[in-house]
């Protein structure tokens, strides 16, 4: 099932939509945002210099930095009295990053949203129990907001108390899980060790998962251990919030909204636009937002775009399920290493879990890499010759895929650190 007819337009006439669009989004941030204006004018730019949506590259790129700089709502296109919304996310360094809302912004974000329900099959005979953090965070809302636009019974759970969760989910017969893919696991763990028959006692069909970078073997073991259909969504509060892109049914890959988000793939060091196929940092435009329109975003997601028709009959570009974050490769000893490389390979070796975390450290002038994984609770920790055994196969397998030289450390079940959220796989003690 497909919800609009916006996702299926010929990719013609989706072009024209799109040049109309951007044409009315820099009128508007140019008539109205200082900080849009002075980068304008540092460029040598007016709004009548961008005939087409291929224009775009002569604009300037917006960084999560000017968002911070211009703190909290330098930024906005409209008056405080037209927002109806405010989010806003933790920065981890320095002042958040604001984002408001029109009532239009709203409508279009719920219409995204029941794009994705749509195109992961849920419609107004499921219960989605949604699992995503409410708040100032833009996860749990905006997966709501959709799930009520299509229909669905929608129970907010938000984040966090695991066993009343699962009791929630098993009671009200749940048929979708809408989390982070590390809480899901989380959540199967727990359901184990409290003696739930996860296949009998549940009657999930399928999840819809996102929020953080995830290996294709990390999703088949979401997928494996509650028997369901696993749907990847994307997004960030910078552009909207979830939903702008999704899996559909017959593709690994994320269908971007293009009507309304406009993506291009970049090199990270030079800002030069890369072809289609070419893996870079994701950068969008938004299209159609009011309150806070945003020109080439760099969202510092590692991706490449496919045009490629799909089986779906969806007309919208595909994007590959995000590699990593610009600031998560790794380089060492000139080798770039994405975490989920590390996970895929992990994926296709028996008696470990995909718990892990890299350690990257100066040995002298040479940079060392250490991976730290967790063990099934199958292995027993002092049979010394199997471990040793699967240390060497480790070793190997990311020396002849990845070119890495690491150490292998395997430590007990649950030995590593969990992070509710978002994972943090990587700790780089060279720049400590
Ligand atoms: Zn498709």
């Not at 700089?69 to 405010?86: E, S, T």
């Not at 290996?215 to 960030?236: A, M, N």
């Not at 450290?361 to 250490?370: T, V």
């Not at 010394?384 to 196969?393: V, W």
Request: proline letters at 4%.
């Amino acid at each position: 099932m497909i919800w609009s007819k916006a996702e299926t337009l010929p990719r013609l006439e989706l072009e024209k939509l799109q040049t109309s669009r951007l044409k009315e989004t820099i009128a508007r941030v140019y008539g109205v945002v200082p900080f849009y204006q002075q980068k304008f004018k540092e460029m040598g730019i007016v709004p009548e210099d961008i005939k087409s949506i291929k224009d775009i590259t002569k604009l300037p790129f917006t960084r999560k930095q000017d968002l911070r700089d211009n703190y909290p709502f330098g930024m906005f296109a409209v008056n405080q009295d037209a927002v109806v919304r405010i989010h806003s996310s933790s920065g981890t360094t320095g002042k958040p990053t604001v984002v408001g809302y029109t009532k239009s912004d709203m409508d279009v974000w719920n219409e995204v949203m029941a794009r994705v329900f749509t195109m992961s099959g849920i419609n107004s005979e499921d219960t989605v129990h949604n699992a995503y953090g409410y708040g100032l965070f833009t996860g749990g809302l905006g997966v709501h907001n959709g799930a009520e636009t299509v229909g669905a019974t929608v129970v907010p759970s938000s984040g966090g108390f695991t066993s009343r969760q699962l009791l929630l989910m098993k009671d009200f017969n749940s048929t979708v899980l809408t989390s982070t893919p590390s809480f899901a696991l989380h959540m199967a763990e727990t359901a184990k060790k409290e003696g739930y028959d996860i296949k009998k006692d549940f009657k999930l069909k399928c999840g819809i998962f996102g929020a953080e970078p995830t290996s294709v073997g990390l999703k088949e073991e979401v997928s494996r251990v509650w028997g369901i259909d696993y749907y990847e969504i994307y997004g960030l509060s910078e552009i909207i919030g979830p939903g702008v892109s999704n899996s559909c049914c017959e593709s690994r890959d994320l269908h971007i909204f293009e009507d309304h988000f406009y993506p291009e793939i970049v090199d990270s060091k030079t800002g030069e636009v890369l072809p289609y196929g070419e893996k870079g940092e994701l950068v969008i435009t938004t299209l159609t937002k009011q309150a806070l329109p945003i020109i080439r975003y760099r969202t510092g997601d590692i991706t490449s775009l496919d045009l490629t028709p799909c089986k779906c009959g969806r007309t919208h570009v595909r994007m590959k399920s995000v590699m990593g974050r610009v600031d998560d490769m790794l380089i060492v000893n000139g080798v770039n290493i994405f975490p989920s490389q590390v996970e895929h390979v992990l994926s296709n070796i028996s008696d470990i879990t995909l718990n892990y975390q890299i350690i990257a450290n100066k040995k002298g002038y040479l940079d060392s890499l250490e991976i730290m994984v967790e063990v099934t609770e199958e292995m027993p920790m002092d049979s010394i010759g199997a471990l040793e055994k699967i240390q060497k196969n480790i070793q190997s397998e990311l020396l002849n895929n990845l070119y890495i030289n690491a150490k292998i450390r395997l430590v007990e079940p649950r030995s590593i650190e969990r992070s509710m959220g978002k994972a943090i796989r990587v700790i780089d003690k060279r720049s400590l």
